[in-house]
């Protein structure tokens, strides 16, 4: 069973825009953060993810608060999980470029390339960006880096992935009806490849979620938590589908994620409740029933507990908050 794909569908990662960086040396260009990005995209309440891959000639990547530059060659995928504002560029320093405006015209006229620098080495990206639910994200995303890198021309399927985003992204414009949905889905792919190549890299003693998926028997059972939250698990009947003991997956569930099976269970139930609560319309007895309480008063509680609101209060300020952001008013 594979936990990562299990949340990966929960979180419903969509590839979004993307365009070519053709740039010259000397030159810094300062990317906005998620927040700007997700108000380009018309993205919603949507976590924005954001990538460059580099495809020709050398740059460097840093985070703009307190970062330290991270060099990059071609074939490097660097990655922003959580949409930090972040520095770009290639030799001697010069004042940086606001891709921010750039980006936004980009995205209105549906151009592609972006272009700018002082005619020097050149260096060639392709820039990407994904959403994710921003309440489901969570599980994974806190167990990131600001900035991760990793190169993805060291095997076969690396260069296919990059060769056939190379490709789509070149030919946009000739694929006809479907070619955004064939970019989108190979930039969610790649995405997927980052987070693999990053937790099989992890250190033997690392502890969290994403450490906790290598495990047999923790990865086993978040993936069954996962698949079938609604189902009315104890800790007997989970350790029997995993094939282990009941002290053993306490006690291993312990040493990765510092709680029990079933509190990691409760929490992912009302995580899916609060994504519910601001993507439909369903009651919340519908929605209780759906992540597995067998009362509405029950969920209601453990809601409040968890968030300090009851749903309906919850659902109100979140519909609230999400109208404030889109038109600058409630």
Sequence with gaps: MDVLSEVLKAVKLDGAV???????????????????????????PRHVIIFHLLTEGRAYARVEQDGRP???VAGDIVTFPHGDAHLMGNGPPVAPIDNAEQIKTILSEGRMLSRFGGGGELTKLICGYMTCDPQLSRIFLTGLPPIMKINIRDNASGRWLEDSLRYSVEHTEAAG???????????EA???????????QLPPAQTGWLASVRDQDVGKALALLHRRPAHPWT?????NEVGT????????????????????????????????LTSTSQSVAEIAAEV???????FNRAFKREFDLPPARFRTRSKSASKKDNTGTV
């Design 190 to 200: 790649l995405f997927v490849e980052t987070l693999r190549r990053y937790i099989a």
């Design 235 to 239: 800790i007997a009947s989970l350790a």
């Design 18 to 44: 993307f365009f070519y960086g053709e740039y010259s040396s000397p030159w810094c260009a300062r990317e906005p953060d998620a927040c700007t990005m997700a108000s380009y995209l018309s993205a919603g």
């Design 292 to 298: 597995g309480y067998e009362s509405e008063p029950a």
């Design 245 to 276: 003991s009941r002290s053993v997956l306490a006690e291993r569930f312990r040493r990765y994620l510092l709680e029990a099976p079933i509190a990691y269970l409760t929490r992912w139930r009302l995580q899916i409740g609060a994504q519910l």
């Design 177 to 187: 009806p479907g070619g955004a949905a064939v970019v989108a889905k190979l930039s």
């Design 70 to 72: 991270v060099p990059l």
